[in-house]
């Protein structure tokens, strides 16, 4: 996986959009702002050197590991904007910060596959239910949910996905609920 803010260390302009490898337009001014922030810490400020040394730990899991800093790295983008990110966005900037995390860990030397990209991804969205305060059955039945789902089956269906897909798909906001029905 290639980091998307590598190059980004230094704000952008107002006028400027993401870079064209991100695949997105931002609507979002608190988005935009929190992923340079992510940029500036992670390669100003030597924090991928030191997200490169927890890895040396073979004994850890690796995706809870990959989740937990990806998290800390997205609470903090999001704090620093004083948490003014778009509720629908706040994903997009984990999945950054989670890219970011697994770039760093390759770049260490950690054998990173799909599957565990994926065990991180659902560890960070247990983690952001329960700071969300979803009841202890709430995150049971997530956690069942989230079981079901085979990590290698889901990270060969993303694999086989063309590299431009996100170009494809509509560019119109789709529901996600009631709440944005107006229920």
């Known amino acids: 996986m290639a980091g998307l803010l590598k190059n980004q260390a230094e704000p952008m302009p107002e006028q400027q959009s ?12 608190a988005l935009e702002q929190a992923i340079n922030y992510m940029g500036k810490k992670l390669y100003s400020e030597d924090l991928a050197e030191e997200i490169a040394g927890m890895f040396s730990q073979p004994e850890v899991a690796q995706p809870k590991l990959l989740a937990m800093a990806a998290m800390k790295i997205a609470e903090s983008s999001d704090v620093e904007t004083d948490g003014d990110i778009k509720e629908e966005n706040l994903s997009i900037l984990g999945m950054m910060a989670l890219n970011e995390v697994v770039t760093i860990a ?17 560890e960070m969205v247990i983690m952001f239910a329960q700071d969300q305060g979803l009841s202890p059955e ?16 889901l990270a060969a269906e993303a694999e086989a996905l063309p590299d431009d897909y996100d170009e494809m798909l509509p560019d119109e906001d789709v529901p996600v609920g009631d709440r944005e029905m107006g229920a």
């Not at 993401?18 to 001014?29: F, K, R, T, V, Y």
């Not at 709430?138 to 089956?153: F, R, Y």
């Open 138 to 153: 709430e995150i049971g039945g997530l956690k069942e949910a989230m079981a079901q789902v085979d990590d290698a089956e």
């Open 106 to 122: 390759e770049a260490a030397g950690v054998q990173i596959a799909g599957a565990d990209v994926s065990a991180a991804f659902k």
């Open 18 to 29: 993401m870079p064209a490898d991100s695949g997105a337009a931002l609507d979002d001014p």
